[in-house]
């Protein structure tokens, strides 16, 4: 994220890790029909790169690029097409508010889990338009933290998801960005589109549960989100600490359950 807008999760080995184990299927499940091979695709925000791989295969034999502001992520997701054996894929630094190619390059753009961080979200989706080919297809996905799911959530659980709200807030993004995306597609002159809207559940099982237990217990108490919080006076120091064990003991609770909420769209220039 540019320097004067923080990425509100940070890039903390745990939280890599799970993204890292997104995949189409899941994720971009929505986007997939929509894609044929020879299609030259671009990934605006790729991360870790899991999601452009398996985009990748699905418009071989033509070009996939992911395209990340982090240069760490770039490298890692380098890696990991490298050891995948992919050969159509490749990453780039660069930032969504001034993709590095020219008007008409792509025949589809794919985009999830980015406009909720950024000031200027429309002007995001215009710059995806410009790239994009006449007749080319979007699929955006992005979350609404006014539907995450959190159970049981005592104290200080109950402060979790108004934590994440309020650090997106002060970063300059949008926590309920999912339920804004259509207007703001038709603001980036996005007029064809079609509407859906998923859940990401956590707690699948004991050990997606454990797991997820122990990267929320790495989020609240010693990451990137954490030090945030802390510089913007959201939280002491003490409840994030709390919040770290609390989530700990949480994951042990067969009761217990956590998802996330996406809006998603499929839009036509």
């Given at each position: 994220?540019?320097?004067?807008?923080?990425?509100?999760?940070?890039?903390?080995?745990?939280?890599?890790?799970?993204?890292?184990?997104?995949?189409?299927?899941?994720?971009?499940?929505?986007?997939?029909?929509?894609?044929?091979?020879?299609?030259r695709?671009?990934?605006c925000?790729?991360?870790?790169?899991?999601?452009?791989?398996?985009l990748?295969?699905?418009?071989?034999?033509a070009?996939?690029?992911?395209?990340?502001?982090?240069?760490?992520?770039?490298?890692?997701?380098?890696?990991?097409?490298?050891?995948?054996?992919?050969?159509?894929?490749?990453?780039?630094?660069?930032?969504?508010?001034?993709?590095?190619?020219?008007n008409e390059?792509?025949?589809?753009?794919?985009?999830?889990?980015?406009?909720?961080?950024l000031?200027?979200?429309?002007?995001?989706?215009?710059e995806?338009?410009?790239?994009?080919?006449?007749?080319?297809?979007?699929?955006v996905r992005?979350a609404?933290?006014g539907?995450?799911?959190?159970?049981?959530?005592?104290p200080?659980?109950?402060r979790?998801?108004?934590?994440?709200?309020?650090?997106?807030?002060h970063?300059?993004?949008?926590?309920h960005?999912g339920?804004?995306?259509?207007?703001?597609l038709?603001?980036?002159?996005?007029?064809?589109?079609?509407?859906?809207?998923?859940?990401?559940?956590?707690?699948?099982?004991?050990?997606?549960?454990?797991?997820?237990a122990?990267?929320?217990?790495s989020?609240?108490?010693?990451?990137?989100?954490?030090?945030?919080?802390l510089?913007?006076?959201?939280?002491?120091?003490?409840?994030?600490?709390?919040?770290?064990?609390?989530f700990?003991?949480?994951?042990?609770?067969?009761?217990?359950?956590?998802?996330?909420?996406?809006?998603?769209a499929?839009?036509?220039?």
């Open positions: 994220m540019p320097e004067s807008q923080p990425y509100a999760v940070g890039y903390d080995q745990e939280t890599m890790s799970f993204f890292a184990c997104r995949r189409a299927s899941t994720h971009a499940r929505f986007f997939l029909p929509h894609l044929k091979p020879g299609m695709l671009l990934d925000g790729s991360g870790t790169g899991s999601l452009t791989i398996d990748a295969a699905a418009v071989t034999p070009e996939a690029i992911g395209v990340d502001i982090e240069a760490s992520q770039i490298a890692h997701a380098t890696e990991r097409a490298s050891r995948a054996g992919v050969t159509n894929v490749r990453f780039q630094t660069g930032s969504a508010l001034a993709l590095p190619f020219p390059t792509f025949d589809a753009v794919f985009s999830h889990g980015v406009i909720e961080h000031a200027e979200p429309v002007r995001a989706l215009r995806i338009r410009r790239v994009l080919k006449e007749g080319g297809v979007l699929g992005h609404d933290f539907g995450f799911l959190l159970e049981p959530a005592p200080p659980l109950d979790f998801t108004g934590l994440f709200i309020e650090l997106l807030r970063n300059g993004g949008d926590p960005a339920r804004h995306q259509p207007r703001w038709l603001d980036a002159g996005f007029s064809r589109f079609h509407l859906s809207a998923s859940y990401d559940c956590w707690t699948e099982t004991a050990e997606s549960r454990i797991a997820n122990h990267f929320l217990s989020l609240t108490s010693r990451s990137a989100f954490a030090k945030q919080i510089q913007a006076g959201l939280a002491d120091k003490a409840t994030l600490e709390a919040l770290g064990e609390a700990l003991r949480w994951g042990k609770l067969p009761e217990a359950f956590a998802a996330e909420a996406w809006t998603e499929v839009a036509w220039k």
